[in-house]
């Protein structure tokens, strides 16, 4: 259920925003689960090593927004 949710849930998301509201920013929520074994205080260049299948679609979600930002130009951001 998590990539359903996370991968699957954001698609339909940005598709959505893409198509009604291309200009409104759209925020989606992180976790420091995405980094894995990471020291507290990790910043954002910290390599993503996801340790369960929850961090790994979490991860997934976070290189959706990211690809739907650079291809689509999209105001999506994600904050952990």
């Known amino acids: ?8 849930g954001t698609l339909n998301l940005l598709e959505s925003q893409r198509e009604c509201v291309p200009t409104s920013p759209l925020i989606l929520l992180g976790t420091a689960a995405e980094y894995g074994p990471a020291p507290p205080l990790t910043s954002e260049d910290y390599p993503p090593q996801p340790q369960s299948f929850y961090g790994a679609s979490k991860l997934a ?20």
Do not use: D
Request: net charge positive; aromatic share 14%.
């Open 61 to 80: 979600q976070t290189q959706l927004a990211q690809m739907a930002s650079s291809q689509w130009k999209l105001p999506v951001f994600s904050l952990r």
């Open 1 to 8: 259920p998590f990539y359903e949710t996370h991968v699957g």
